[in-house]
């Protein structure tokens, strides 16, 4: 499976972003898909997932500021990034999980700068 991102860019503080990733190859066993971010000299952190039923799970720093979304038919999952803080600054990386033993599958990132 390779995914890929989009959608990232600079913004001022209170601004909106959105980013898109779409999944393309072998997606069927594809379960949960996710954001993860990682900003200089920190570790890469859990944003939001979304499984194929649409349960969803935020990051307690994003929570009520970011949306995740999914579309299963086109294999394509959304990040609305609403009222962005400098802290939200970091490349994102699209997650895709499959089902046992496959591993999971990680695009190569976006870079969202938010200036203060």
């Known amino acids: 499976v390779q995914v890929m991102e989009s959608g990232g860019g600079l913004v001022q503080a209170g601004g909106s972003l959105r980013l898109s990733c779409a999944a393309s190859?072998?997606?069927?066993?594809?379960?949960?898909m996710g954001w993860y971010r990682q900003a200089p000299g920190e570790h890469r952190e859990l944003v939001a997932t979304i499984t194929n039923s649409g349960t969803t799970n935020y990051a307690d720093s994003v929570k009520g500021r970011f949306t995740i979304s999914r579309d299963n038919a086109k294999n394509t999952v959304f990040l609305q990034m609403n009222n962005l803080k400098p802290e939200d600054t970091a490349v994102y990386y699209c997650?895709?999980?499959?089902?046992?033993?496959?591993?999971?599958?990680w695009g190569q990132g976006t870079l969202v700068t938010v200036s203060s």
């Open positions: 997650n895709a999980k499959r089902t046992f033993p496959l591993p999971d599958s």
């Open positions: 190859g072998t997606t069927f066993r594809i379960h949960t």
